[in-house]
């Protein structure tokens, strides 16, 4: 199975919104709600931070936000935070009942 | 409070058999309604899923790693186990156990991860 895509590195300012797409297959992304993001900070275990698309999980701040659109899902983190800086990782479920990350993208904040 | 813990033998030769071990406290893998997982993350690399299992021993797996990929359950001891065979340098990596949030959803919950690494 191939890895969903995701953009190496987007960056802002504190503040500011950034948007992180992840881009599937009709056998993935395009097919089924069980869309999810992690959180993972330098030397740690990933942190789930959005589940079946744009759903939260408690302690999660609503700065964080996701949605779908065929294919491709997004993150976007509103009002971006010194402590955002860290690498997030989509991942969806698969048709051949099998989960898939996408390559981590690294976020900065400037 | 959930916690998981992974534990590995640190190095492993080229060609043999990786095993690594998660222990659950404070849940019970025989009574949750769920598929534990294993994700590894090679140094540097992204997240790669392994596979899952349920208690009564369903499994699923990663096609690429299908063919050489073992997880098992241990009720008696609240522990399930990835065995990982042939190993090569491409297979060094931080292996990590996690619990989903639902029966087979997204995890949640994560151990530490332990670091094994193949070489001679």
Do not use: M
């Not at chain 2, 640190?10 to 222990?23: A, F, N, R, Y």
């Not at chain 2, 997982?37 to 690399?45: E, H, N, S, T």
């Amino acid at each position: 199975q191939s890895a969903l895509t995701q953009p190496p590195s987007v960056s802002g300012s504190p503040g500011q919104s950034v948007t992180i797409s992840c881009t599937g297959t009709s056998s993935d992304v395009g097919s089924y709600n069980s869309v999810s993001w992690y959180q993972q900070p330098p030397d740690t275990a990933p942190k789930l931070i959005i589940h079946e698309v744009s759903h939260r999980p408690s302690g999660v701040p609503d700065r964080f936000s996701g949605s779908k659109s065929g294919n491709t899902a997004s993150l976007t983190i509103s009002g971006l935070q010194a402590e955002d800086e860290a690498d997030y990782y989509c991942s969806s479920y698969t048709s051949s009942t099998t989960w898939v990350f996408g390559g981590g993208t690294k976020v900065t904040v400037l | 409070q959930l916690q998981l813990r992974e534990s590995g033998p640190g190095l492993v030769q080229p060609s043999e058999t990786l095993s690594v071990t998660c222990t659950v406290s404070g849940d019970s893998i025989n009574s949750s309604d769920c598929y534990w997982g294993w994700i590894r993350q090679p140094p540097g690399k992204g997240l790669e899923w392994i596979g899952s299992i349920y208690y009564t021993g369903s499994t699923f797996y990663n096609p690429t790693l299908k063919s050489r990929v073992t997880i098992s359950a241990d009720t008696s001891k609240n522990q399930f186990s990835l065995k990982l065979s042939s190993v090569t340098a491409a297979d060094t990596a931080v292996y990590y156990c996690a619990r989903p949030l639902t029966r087979n959803g997204s995890y949640k919950y994560w151990g530490q991860g332990t670091l094994v690494t193949v070489s001679s």
